[in-house]
């Protein structure tokens, strides 16, 4: 067995894992490049790997990067990052851009997975594995086994998503309306997926300003704040 250990805090953004989410063209990737290059001066220290559709790093500069169209791909850069570490790169952080298109390769790839198994010809990951949500389980658990191969390995996974208003009703309450919680765009499967490998999750959103002077204005997290006179 392992024996139990006093854990301590990680201190180090190269010690854990985290999903960045936001609306589009908020500067995740921007976030992302900088946060590297902020840490390590280095930016080959940390991989970001758009996917599918994704095609966002054009106008970063300084930003260690492939491109990743299949799971084929994606195992790839994956199997590279394990047994190249070392020796042909020194990458310790890895983020996949962006979650959506991560999700709809690794939904490509399960459909396949369940015509070779069952020898049924589907088209949807809803009809996969018999349906009833179970092709939405596997994938789930084709990424979580993914993303971990990774941690295990040393390498901390990261993930860029978009953002997305839910309404959330409280069985316990009897307000009928329920609430909105801003969160990720993943369905329920995928967001539990995501939630359960990551250590950390930041949302990047506006905060509206209200002056009787100026009427409002939107503001960035992580943009100064606004001068006494303004608010």
């Not at 086994?145 to 316990?172: C, E, S």
């Amino acid at each position: 067995m392992n024996k139990p250990t006093l854990q301590r805090s990680a201190t180090e953004i190269n010690k854990i894992t985290g999903f960045i989410m936001g609306v589009r063209k908020f500067g995740k990737t921007s976030l992302w490049a900088d946060m590297i290059n902020a840490k390590f001066g280095n930016p080959e220290k940390g991989l970001l790997v758009s996917c599918g559709m994704e095609h966002g790093t054009n106008m970063i500069d300084n930003i260690f990067t492939t491109h990743a169209n299949t799971w084929k791909d994606l195992v790839e850069v994956k199997d590279w990052l394990i047994k190249e570490k070392g020796k042909e790169h020194d990458v310790e952080m890895v983020c996949f851009d962006s979650a959506e298109e991560f999700f709809g390769i690794a939904e490509s790839e399960v459909i396949r997975l369940s015509i070779l198994e069952n020898g049924k010809k589907i088209k949807s990951i809803k009809a996969a594995y018999g349906g009833y949500t179970n092709g939405e389980k596997e994938c789930a658990k084709l990424v979580k086994k993914f993303l971990n191969d990774l941690y295990n390995a040393g390498i901390m996974p990261w993930m860029i998503g978009h953002t997305k208003l839910k309404t959330v009703k409280d069985k316990a309450s009897l307000d009928e309306e329920g609430f909105q919680r801003l969160g990720s765009s993943l369905i329920a499967d995928y967001e539990s997926a995501v939630a359960d490998c990551f250590d950390v999750s930041l949302i990047s959103s506006f905060i509206v300003f209200h002056s009787p002077h100026d009427g409002h204005f939107p503001y960035h997290l992580g943009d100064s704040y606004p001068h006494s006179e303004h608010m």
